[in-house]
């Protein structure tokens, strides 16, 4: 993101694609977008005698990866209120817990925490990613909000944006595609006004 770009109409290009995460809201031209941003922090464990055993990575809503260099990480937080990326105690134990409550056999072990990390994922407000050309400004594409799925989300998005910027087959469904149009966001816009007004 290029904090000096403020008229994207000024910029000379065939194609703008705005994957800047929150920033994509910022446009003057966007005025429609909404975007959250969203805090997770993932706790990384020792492996112990149990979780070493862990063949592929258990997802329950959050998740333990099976272990790696002797290490498994658990995560993740999800807090719209929280807007640092500070390494939390008690998220720590939140990760554990959650873990424990969902995963019977490691309900009453007991865990070395060794280290976390915390970043900031940006999300919309009905869970599902922005992709797709812009409505109304030609040759401008958006790819983001993709939460917690950003690095299976954004390479599909990469595809499927390819694809419409060369006019070809495209490797969504129709479905998936309605899904993701960020048009949806402009005409909720335009509903919203129509109820004001």
Known sequence: ?????????????????LCNASQAASFDCLPWLT???????????SANEHTAKI???????GYISCPQDGSNVIGATFQKWIGHTDILEEDHDRNLT??????????????EVTTGWAGIRTASNDRFPLVGAVPGLDRLYISCAFGSHGI??????AHYIADLIRDGTVSLSQDASNALIPQRFLER??????MVS
């Open 1 to 17: 993101y290029n904090s000096r770009i403020e008229n994207l109409a000024e910029v000379a290009a065939d194609a703008i694609i």
């Open 35 to 45: 975007l959250e941003e969203v805090r997770g922090q993932i706790t990384k464990i």
């Open 55 to 61: 063949k592929s990575n258990i997802h329950y809503g």
């Open 98 to 111: 959650h873990m424990q409550e969902a995963v019977p056999f490691l309900s009453d072990q007991i865990f």
């Open 152 to 157: 299976v989300g954004s390479h599909a998005a």
């Open 189 to 194: 816009a335009k509903k919203k006004q129509g």
